[in-house]
């Protein structure tokens, strides 16, 4: 039997030079630092809306005043417990579709932040202040205060995003999950700060060609901004106001409201925007309808890239029997969008049925 079995370990020499050796090592090796399990695994992209503005709307009477211009139910953005935002459509007169915006309640019960797009945002100002008459009620933009961020592509689409800072407004889209969050940071909030911002929630990517938020519409078939909803030139439901939850067939009157409703109790919307893929890519200066084989024209393509793009069709034409769309002689694809109801109630049923 060797001498140090015998002994006690702790007097043996050579038990105790080994310890030593042995806690020495420990000591000198480097053990990389492990997150939690769960801390920031999460991925997502990180986008800002450059094409995006933001109008303020303030006044004692903010909410009547927008009540009685947006196709939305304003009043439930300032009830308790209401939507943190909600989106709209302000039209003209005839009821056509003029601004599709994104409102935002704010701290101060008598300001209401509109989101708007970029270009439009000189002719929706003066739409608004055109409609004041005698309301003390200030229209103007907050474009060097604020920028309007969207964050997406996380795996759990509805999953409600932490506001990790108090100069931050977060919000998920108010028409669709799958269109991510909307996030509202000041100016010098630049992408870097940002997404450090939401470090400890997840990974954030910036967006690239192949993954873009406006690419992300598209392949929804959702139309923003004033190139893709021209003023004047479509109805709110042909752009889905009433499937992306921003029109109210309950509340009381407003600019538009009276064709809108009756369209709505009709039943009957011929044309709706859907995503269509493409097999080559539009050029500038090409065709954008979308026809038949035999040239019928079937509807317009407002936007496209990466072989994606939304456009304004007529619903039975493209849908029953799934016929050979072509654009500029090339062929092309049309899907009803996934998040269309499912049951479509009494004459709505008829346009596809036609």
């Known amino acids: ?7 006690n370990r702790c007097s043996n020499p050579w038990f105790l030079r080994a310890v030593r050796h042995h806690i020495r090592n420990l000591h000198e090796m480097r053990i990389p630092y492990a997150r939690p399990v769960g801390l920031s695994q999460r991925n997502f992209t990180l986008e800002p809306l450059g094409n995006r503005e933001l109008i ?11 009540q009685g211009l ?9 009830s308790p417990g209401g939507p943190a935002s909600m989106y709209a459509h302000f039209l003209n007169k005839a009821g056509r579709l003029l601004y599709d915006t994104i409102m935002y309640r704010t701290n101060n019960p008598e300001t209401i932040l509109v989101e708007c797009d970029r270009e ?7 739409h608004l202040r055109t409609y004041r008459v005698r309301r003390r009620i200030e229209v103007d933009s907050v474009d060097d205060e604020y920028t309007t961020w969207v964050m997406f592509n996380l795996k759990d689409a509805s999953e409600a995003v932490p506001n990790p800072h108090p100069d931050l407004f977060v919000s998920l889209d108010p028409r669709l999950p799958v269109l991510g969050t909307r996030i509202l940071a000041p100016t010098d909030m630049d992408w870097a700060k940002l997404s450090k911002c939401f470090v400890d929630f997840g990974t954030a990517t910036p967006a690239s060609p192949d993954n873009n938020y406006q690419l992300l519409r598209y392949k929804q078939g959702v139309g923003e901004g004033c190139s893709e909803l021209p003023p004047g030139k479509c109805f709110p439901l042909e752009a889905n ?14 600019v ?3 064709l809108t409703a009756r369209v709505h109790h009709s ?21 954008q309808d979308v026809t038949s084989v035999a040239g019928a024209k079937l509807g317009r393509v407002f ?3 990466h072989k994606h793009g939304v456009a304004l069709l007529r619903i039975e034409k493209v849908l029953n029997g799934r016929p050979e769309l072509m654009i500029d002689g090339e062929r092309c694809y049309v899907e009803r969008p996934e998040w269309w109801p499912e049951d479509l109630p009494g004459k709505r049923r008829m346009a596809f049925a036609e």
């Open 303 to 305: 936007g496209s890239a």
């Open 1 to 7: 039997m060797p001498p140090f079995c015998s002994m």
């Open 256 to 258: 538009g409201q009276e």
């Open 267 to 287: 039943g009957v919307i011929r044309k709706r925007y859907m995503p269509i893929r493409l097999t080559a890519p539009i050029d500038l200066g090409s065709s």
């Open 241 to 254: 106001a009433d499937y992306l939850h921003g029109v109210s067939f309950q509340k009381g009157c407003y």
């Open 70 to 78: 947006a196709t939305n139910d304003v009043a439930r953005i300032r």
């Open 120 to 126: 439009a945002s000189s002719d929706f100002r003066r």
């Open 56 to 66: 303020r709307v303030h006044g004692q009477e903010v909410v009547p005043f927008l």
